[in-house]
């Protein structure tokens, strides 16, 4: 019933800019805050970005701070994630969640940097 759907994700060019985005339903997506993350093989999911519900506070992962910016459309329900100057090491599989209490995950996006 809860769905989050990732998509956006593709191959760029190192520097270049992508922008994701992640559906979400089956909840009141306005009442909660959400997080981005992502994950490669073999690794630990790593947190990318937090966003609060009403999108006024944000907080960013160290190795993204000043890159990437998170930011929401509740009317939407929709979550994005700007992502600027990006770099080889941001080659992931990106997700989406819900801050509190995390739900399924979803299927997530590919994004591939090359250099």
């Known amino acids: 019933q809860v769905q989050l759907v990732e998509s956006g994700g593709g191959l760029v060019q190192s520097g270049g800019s992508l922008t994701l985005s992640c559906a979400a339903s089956?909840?009141?997506?306005?009442?909660?805050?959400m997080s981005w993350y992502r994950r490669t093989p073999g690794k630990e999911r790593e947190l990318v970005a937090r966003i609060d519900n009403t999108g006024g506070s944000t907080n960013y992962g160290d190795s993204v701070k000043g890159r990437f910016t998170i930011y929401r459309d509740n009317f939407k329900n929709t979550l994005y994630l700007q992502m600027n100057s990006l770099k080889p090491e941001d080659t992931a599989v990106y997700f989406c969640?819900?801050?509190?209490?995390?739900?399924?995950w979803g299927q997530g996006t590919q994004v591939t940097v090359s250099s």
């Open positions: 089956g909840f009141t997506f306005s009442s909660h805050g």
């Open positions: 969640n819900r801050e509190r209490f995390l739900v399924d």
